[in-house]
């Protein structure tokens, strides 16, 4: 005779780990996987600190992605402990996980010990459908996409690089994008510069940028900068940011901006473009070299043309700034390798990527230092500073 | 013979090719026959001791040579060398 429901899950508990919640307290945060494998509705009311939630009906196909492991330790738990302590039997009989306990007593026992909770972002039903693809990849899900509403990006440029980035970080739903640019919407940005429209040529480009912005995704809050980045307020804008996305025209303002993001240990996903070509990385301070570490000195001006004298293709800020965009979202949700240590060059006429190897030098005149002792002084000066400016014009 | 990518700042000295084949048993002498065909290349490449300018980037496939031997790297017939100048564009 086949058992009982009961009897069955009685069965099953003698065959797997279980685990007591207070040992769970002690070994949360480190290492440890804790997958909760409740239903979203319980989820929402609360959940272990960091725990990854699972659904048990998704358990199978969605596991891996939260502890792609199989050596792992991983630790399940739902309401009372009886359908976590089926799911353990999935993953290790089936699945073949090698360190699955299931919590005994569940949420419900863990809370009643007074032991910490978190509540998840409750999501509207709009937000449950605008975000659905992300919520489906294991990659980013419910977590990510919190961490994408909770992130704070700043543009530098909402022009060729800037434009393509800011619509599709808006339409990820990144929570704060800041935008820097003194520039009016000229009819010749338009080539290139998506985010701008027709009718608002002469409109200032942070204004044209919050607009469409807004339009795309209501979730976005906008802070508009309509000025240069400079020595004087650099600190002020770029501090509290997450990530900075480089799209910048000219090289004073990179070297400036290198010195004072590693001052302050903000990422950079650096990109640049002209022509028919784009460079792209990711200088992450001290994780990586940094961009004085690629480029100690700048090139004589007549070697660094803009754009504005030498023509670029209007698709090629669409490629580099969607791959800017790509690192973005990555190291905000912490997901795959980051373009650290790397530079990806890319050619569009001949539709080649090339990747080469970027060191951290150790003699670098800003990162080789603590951040603590980088002076304003020296932020954003290179060996003939004066000479290299007057050049330029 | 070893193949050079020309950046796009450098191929107006070298009549828009954007790969120029070169002999040479290492980067110095293989940066010098490139020299030697596109002679305004030279300037663009080296400083007046003959070293390489500080504002060139060069890497034999995806390493930098200063981080090898660097003009002495020895470079083998079927390597590519790189040639990177900082670009600053920001399509604004």
């Not at chain 1, 650096?270 to 200088?283: E, K, R, W």
């Not at chain 2, 700042?9 to 070298?14: D, I, N, Q, W």
């Not at chain 2, 080296?46 to 090898?68: A, I």
Request: glycine content about 10%; hydrophobic content about 40%.
């Amino acid at each position: 005779m086949s058992p009982s429901g009961a009897e069955f899950i009685r069965q099953i508990k003698s065959q797997i780990d279980e685990v007591d919640p207070a040992e769970v307290h002690e070994v949360l945060g480190n290492g440890a996987v804790i997958v909760d494998v409740r239903e979203t509705e319980e989820v929402a009311q609360g959940k272990l600190p960091g725990a990854i939630h699972v659904p048990r009906g998704h358990l199978e196909s969605r596991i891996e992605g939260a502890a792609p492991d199989r050596s792992q330790r991983v630790i399940l738990y739902c309401a009372s402990g009886n359908r976590s302590a089926l799911a353990a039997r999935t993953l290790r009989e089936d699945l073949g996980y090698e360190h699955v306990e299931s919590m005994t007593g569940g949420y419900t026992l863990w809370k009643d010990r007074g032991y910490e909770i978190e509540v998840p972002r409750q999501w509207s039903p709009e937000q449950r459908q605008r975000y659905s693809r992300h919520f489906l990849l294991p990659e980013i899900g419910e977590e990510g996409q919190q961490k994408l509403l909770d992130a704070k990006v700043l543009l530098l440029g909402a022009g060729g690089l800037g434009s393509p980035t800011a619509l599709y970080l808006a339409a990820a739903g990144v929570g704060t994008l800041g935008l820097v640019d003194d520039d009016v919407v000229d009819v010749s940005n338009l080539q290139r510069q998506v985010i701008h429209t027709t009718d608002r040529v002469g409109v200032p480009k942070v204004d044209s940028a919050e607009e469409q912005i807004k339009a795309l995704n209501p979730d976005v809050e906008v802070v508009k900068y309509q000025t240069r980045l400079d020595a004087s307020n650099i600190l002020e804008i770029i501090e509290g940011y997450d990530v900075i996305v480089d799209g910048v025209d000219n090289f004073p303002t990179r070297y400036l901006l290198n010195d004072a993001t590693v001052r302050l240990k903000i990422p950079v996903v650096s990109a640049s473009i002209l022509g028919f070509d784009g460079q792209l990385s990711v200088f992450a301070p001290y994780e990586g070299p940094c961009y004085r570490c690629l480029y100690p000195v700048p090139p004589p001006a007549e070697l660094a043309p803009s754009c504005g004298a030498n023509g670029v293709l209007g698709v090629l800020p669409g490629t580099m700034g969607l791959l800017q965009a790509t690192e973005v979202v990555k190291l905000v949700v912490g997901a795959g390798e980051p373009l650290i240590g790397r530079l990806l060059l890319y050619e569009a006429l001949s539709a080649t990527f090339t990747e080469l190897k970027v060191r951290r030098d150790p003699d670098c005149p800003i990162c080789s230092r603590d951040p603590e002792e980088i002076s304003d002084e020296e932020m954003g000066v290179f060996p003939d500073y004066e000479a290299f400016c007057a050049a330029a014009g | 013979m070893a193949t050079i990518k020309i950046p796009p700042v450098l191929r107006p000295s070298t009549g828009g090719e954007k790969e120029v084949i070169a002999a040479g048993d290492d980067v110095g002498a293989v940066l010098n026959a490139l020299a030697e065909q596109h002679p305004s290349t030279r300037s663009q490449l080296f400083g007046e001791g003959g070293d390489l300018n500080r504002y060139v980037n060069v890497y034999l496939n995806d390493e930098d040579v200063r981080v090898l031997q660097g003009l002495d790297t020895p470079v083998g017939e079927s390597d590519t060398l790189v040639i990177l100048p900082a670009m600053a564009g920001g399509g604004r």
